[in-house]
Every structure is written in C-alpha cells, then in structure tokens.
C-alpha cells in the first residue's frame, strides 16, 4: 500500500526470513562467520540462542546459503518430534529407504550412509531449529547420532537453535552428556539503539529506497523501548509506522506515528524496572557469544542466572569484523551506558597507552559479550558494589598479576595505571589469556574510573587491565580481568569470578 508513497520495490519490513535482508550488524554478520568457519574446521556440537524474535531463523537460512559445497545440511524444522520421528526425518534427507525398520536397523543404515558421504570428501550437518521445544529423549538420540565417527573423525554435526529455554534444559541432570558436547555457544544479542538505527535504514535501503533516513533520533528511541530491541517486534512497529505516515501522506516518521503503531500492535514502552530508569547504551559482543539478554528488562521478565550459564568462545576461532555492540543488559545491575565521544586522556603516558598497538596478536572474541555496567545512577551503581564478594581462587590464576612500577604509576589516576598494567599484559610472554567482563566501543576515561574506583572497593582493582582496541574504526577499550597460563585456566577462572561481577557481565575468554 505504501511502496510507492515510499520508493520502494517490496515492503522493507517483512517477519519473514528473507536473507536478502539479513542485518550483519548487533554480531550477527560475526555469529555467521563463525558458524561456517566451526563447520569447515572443527568438530562438536554448536548451540545458538536468542529470545523470540531475534532473528534465528533469519541466521539459519542464511547458514543454509553460504556453507561450502561439501557440506551437506539437514534441516528441522519441526522440534516436537520423537526420537524414532526423528531418526524416520534424518534418513529421509539422505535418502535413504528403510520402511518400517527397527530402530537400530535405522540407526546403522544412516552411518552407513555417513561413512558412505564421508569418503566421497562431504560432511553432514543437521541444523535444529526450535531446538528449546525438543523433547529429552529426541535430544539424547542426536546425541547417539553425534557419536557415530569413522576412525577419529566425526560423521556428523549438529547445531541447535534454540531460546533461553534450551540452557535451562541442557542444565538438567540428565543432559549433561550432551552438554558437554556443545564446543561453541553464540548468542543473538539484541538490537542496540545505534545498531537498531542502522538496521532500520538497512531494510529501507535493501527494499529499494534511496532518499534520506526517515526515522527521527526519537523515533527510534521508542522503537527501541517498544521492541526490546528484537528484530522481529522491530519490523511489526516500522511496518505500521510507515502505513501510518503514508495515512498522513508524510515521509517523516514521527514519534506519533510509532505510537499508533504501539497502540495497534498492543507493545509499550519497557523503559521502567522495579521503579529504577534503565539507561540505553552500546556494546557487543561480536562477539563473541553467553547467557541470554534482553535489550531492555520487562517487568518480572528475567529468572534466568546468568552466572550459571556462562557461553564463551574457544581459541580455535578467529575473530569476526566487530559489530555494534547491543544496548542493554535485562538487569538493573547490568544496565548499559550509551556511547560517548572519545575523551582526551589527561596525561602523556594515558595517550601512549591509548596510541598503543590496538589489536592484540590473537584475539578470541563471542557474540554476546555484554558492555560495561551503566554508572548513571546512584542506585545502579550500588548494587554493583554493595557486599564485596571473596577473591576468587588463588589455583586458577597460576600467572601472578601484571607488576606496575610502583613509584611512576602511584601519581596516575586509576584509568592511566590499569592503562599501563594494560600494556605490560601484552608484553607478558608467560601469560595467554585474561577474562573479558566487556568491552566500550568508545573510550570514555570519568565512566571507566568509575567503575575502577568500584573495582578497588571490591579489592579487584590489581586484577583489572585496560585494553586499546578498535571496533568499526573507533577506537574502543576491552576491560579484562586475571591473567592465565591457559584458554582452560581462564575458562576455569570464569567461575571464580567475584560474585557481583558474575552478576554483571557476560564474561567470555579473551586471548592475547
């Protein structure tokens, strides 16, 4: 109805996945990335997560569409299916003819089958979507499937897409043999405010448009309240919003026109927690891949610990093109700040820290590392601090902590002497890997001291080390905690993180 009021060719807000419109920003591009190069060269079951409506099923057929030749896939759709239903699907897409065959007569026709493809140089990867809705025992048998291999190598490769859910499931008892399978976790992020922006304009744009942006600053400010930043909820409000604006015969979406939009679709703003403002904000994650998040909280919404469901990365994986980060953490006490300029740091050896080389020799990033804790309220900041938490333990960290030089870095602000720290850290060579607690896609030195002075508070300051670092071109700061001899040392050491920032942030492994 609107096309042609518009310029447009189709309508630029569909919810259903056409990968023409697959948005590369918020880690997705990155997610992508890794998936394919986790298929092409490593072994292990893939869980990705993401709340309804974040674009799994987008991230899916685009999966389908860029894996190598030699991959074969097979799709399921269907999560309800039993175990025997399944087995009967699996067969079915390689082709096979087993009628009413036994389970176990099943079970050796498709390795049969997989050993058949395995030496004519291909690979099977069966992709779950709705894999939350998967019942136990249908779960346990991909497990069996995943076993089969052909001397050391692997038939087949699984990859589950699934919401939140699917890690409260994969935590019972009972699952744990398949959750020590899964190699690699990635998580779709929410929309940030700036990446939802860019997301916007992107779908206009692949919809034929070619004329300025049309969402105003506030327009897209309540988008963001209304949607929680979900992709799927994101294009129902512009959708009606854009039908809105063609009523009124404009081509300015106005913050008016959102709110009919709100009305019609029954959303409302989620700017509001147990009486506490959330501030909007910016970080990623590309990475790199954790525990569930929303971009703002609904009320009573959140019961999943995060702390018990940490997702992190393993060494083996490049890292992807940094994408904007998400804006929001779904908890007071993990509330993003919003981008700022990059302030000029107040000494000369602040700017050579800064000027210092931003990309570290080898670094492992997740899609759903989550940003810094928002210090624009009191009250958010309290929660951080109150009741310090033990130190973690001394085992993990076999690597003593970076020295500063006592008598230079004593007369630096607490931002310039973790800076410092920062720097000698790169320089260590018996150190491989630190705990990433998030990372700013701008450097912003009044913010980050605050949550310095917190740090020392909490008796974790010497633990804390800045990192110049450059996403999209900007340059950023990557703030980790600990130093380790191992991936799997700061893997371990992520448990013994201090309570309040296991709370906090979605710690993910970072290596040098």
């Given at each position: ?18 990968t ?23 072994e ?17 057929r ?23 239903e ?17 389970i ?13 493809k ?6 099977v ?39 939140p ?25 929410p ?22 942006n ?19 909820r994101?294009n ?20 008016r ?9 029954e ?7 147990s ?16 525990a ?31 994408a ?5 953490a779904p ?18 050896t602040a700017q ?26 009191e ?51 018996n150190?491989?890997a630190s705990?990433?607690?998030f ?11 605050g949550?310095?002075?917190r ?48 709370e ?9």
């Amino acid at each position: 109805m609107y096309l042609e009021h518009f310029g447009l060719n189709e309508p630029p807000f569909r919810i259903t996945p056409i990968t023409v419109f697959f948005f590369s920003g918020a880690n997705r591009g990155e997610i992508l990335d890794a998936l394919i190069y986790s298929l092409s060269e490593a072994e292990g079951i893939i869980k990705v997560s993401g709340e309804v409506g974040s674009g799994k099923t987008m991230l899916c057929r685009m999966l389908l569409e860029k894996l190598p030749e030699h991959i074969e896939t097979i799709y399921l759709a269907n999560p309800s299916l039993s175990r025997e239903e399944m087995l009967y699907a699996i067969a079915d897409a390689l082709g096979l003819d087993i009628g009413d065959e036994r389970i176990g007569v099943i079970m050796h026709n498709i390795q049969n089958k997989l050993e058949e493809k395995a030496r004519e140089g291909k690979r099977v990867v069966v992709l779950v979507d709705e894999a939350h809705a998967m019942p136990l025992d249908t779960l346990e048998e991909l497990r069996l499937l995943y076993n089969l291999q052909v001397g050391n190598a692997k038939l087949l490769q699984i990859i589950l897409f699934g919401q939140p859910e699917l890690n409260a499931k994969l935590d019972q008892p009972n699952m744990r043999q398949l959750k020590d399978r899964i190699v690699h976790h990635f998580h779709m992020q929410p929309l940030s405010r700036n990446a939802l922006e860019s997301y916007l304009m992107f779908r206009m744009r692949a919809a034929g448009y070619h004329g300025p942006n049309i969402f105003s600053p506030d327009t897209v400010k309540l988008i963001a309240s209304a949607s929680n930043g979900l992709m799927r909820r994101v294009n129902i409000l512009a959708d009606k919003s854009l039908l809105a604006a063609f009523v009124e015969d404009t081509h300015d979406i106005k913050a008016r026109h959102v709110r009919a939009a709100m009305r019609d679709s029954e959303l409302k703003p989620a700017d509001v927690l147990s009486g506490k403002k959330l501030l909007a904000g910016g970080a990623v994650a590309a990475l790199l891949l954790a525990a569930p998040v929303a971009w703002w909280a609904l009320d009573k919404q959140r019961t999943e610990d995060r702390g018990q469901n940490t997702e992190i990365n393993v060494a083996s994986l490049p890292a992807p093109a940094t994408a904007t980060p998400p804006a929001d953490a779904p908890h007071a006490i993990a509330a993003q700040p919003e981008s700022l300029p990059v302030p000029t740091p107040g000494t000369e050896t602040a700017q050579a820290a800064v000027n210092a080389s931003t990309a570290p020799r080898s670094i492992v990033t997740r899609p759903d590392n989550l940003p810094a804790p928002a210090s624009g309220t009191e009250a958010v900041q309290a929660e951080v601090v109150a009741n310090p938490p033990p130190q973690p333990g001394q085992a993990v960290a076999a690597v003593p902590p970076v020295a500063d030089n006592d008598l230079a870095i004593s007369k630096l602000s607490l931002f310039e002497q973790r800076m410092a720290a920062g720097k000698q850290l790169l320089e260590q060579k018996n150190t491989v890997a630190s705990i990433q607690l998030f990372y700013n896609e701008t450097i912003n030195q009044k913010r980050t001291e605050g949550f310095l002075i917190r740090a020392d508070k909490l008796g974790t300051l010497s633990e804390i080390y800045l990192l110049p670092a450059r996403f999209g071109g900007k340059a950023g700061l990557r703030v980790l905690y600990g130093t380790y001899p191992s991936v799997d040392a700061a893997r371990s050491g992520i448990n013994d993180l201090p309570k309040r920032y296991q709370e906090a942030f979605a710690a993910s492994v970072y290596i040098y």
